[in-house]
T-cell receptor, first 116, second 116 residues
Framework: AQSVTQLDSHVSVSEGTPVLLRCNYSSSYSPSLFWYVQHPNKGLQLLLKYTSAATLVKGINGFEAEFKKSETSFHLTKPSAHMSDAAEYFCVVSDQGNTNAGKSTFGDGTTLTVKP | GAVVSQHPSRVICKSGTSVKIECRSLDFQATTMFWYRQFPKKSLMLMATSNEGSKATYEQGVEKDKFLINHASLTLSTLTVTSAHPEDSSFYIC????????????FGPGTRLTVL
């Protein structure tokens, strides 16, 4: 079984300050982990992914995430928020080693607000 | 590469009618496609897993007679919402898994269904 917990439903930051969106996961097998962003009334855009290579993953638009197996975490960070970063963010886990390989479980999402 | 399209992007229909949504992988073969439903300001809920040439596997609580899924080829899966009612109004998103890319999933842009 697999699950994802996004620890904050809402995060508000000022433009130019760091962003931290927290995600904890549970997986019975070697997981792949993803962060997606969704702007209002739009589809999902992949920010970055971890698939058992480097634990520090760099993504698009200055985002990065670190896979910490001991903490079962995959937090998303960005050094300096931009107004265009305001959106909904989803952490996703996908087991690769069982009969449901590739089946993704989404977190509940974190709404990021960026204040000018 | 790895583009997934959905058609239509937006549909409005009358209660009692059926609506078909297409999901296509444009530049790769997708042995597996997934259908998700997203309620306003909520996360994505997996509805079913669709494998080419076989019956779809539905998640618990999803009515298979209500949401008909057909995966007739390696590049096309369809979701038909039969006898639609206002409570079926939602954002439907498909994803396609590419075997040659470590089973990575690629998401379509979504279809907004409004049932009057």
């Amino acid at each position: 079984a697999q699950s994802v917990t996004q620890l904050d439903s809402h995060v508000s930051v000022s433009e130019g300050t760091p962003v931290l969106l927290r995600c904890n996961y549970s997986s019975s097998y070697s997981p792949s982990l993803f962060w997606y962003v969704q702007h209002p009334n739009k589809g999902l855009q992949l920010l970055l992914k971890y698939t058992s290579a480097a634990t520090l993953v760099k993504g698009i638009n200055g985002f990065e995430a670190e896979f910490k197996k001991s903490e079962t975490s995959f937090h998303l960070t960005k050094p300096s928020a931009h107004m265009s970063d305001a959106a909904e963010y989803f952490c996703v886990v996908s087991d690769q080693g069982n009969t449901n390989a590739g089946k993704s479980t989404f977190g509940d999402g974190t709404t990021l607000t960026v204040k000018p | 590469g790895a583009v997934v399209s959905q058609h239509p992007s937006r549909v409005i229909c009358k209660s009692g009618t059926s609506v078909k949504i297409e999901c296509r992988s444009l530049d790769f073969q997708a042995t597996t496609m997934f259908w998700y439903r997203q309620f306003p300001k909520k996360s994505l809920m997996l509805m079913a897993t669709s494998n080419e040439g076989s019956k779809a596997t539905y998640e618990q609580g999803v009515e298979k007679d209500k949401f008909l899924i057909n995966h007739a080829s390696l590049t096309l899966s369809t979701l038909t919402v039969t006898s639609a009612h206002p409570e079926d109004s939602s954002f439907y998103i498909c994803s396609a898994r590419e075997r040659l890319r470590n089973n990575e999933q690629f998401f379509g842009p979504g279809t907004r269904l409004t049932v009057l």
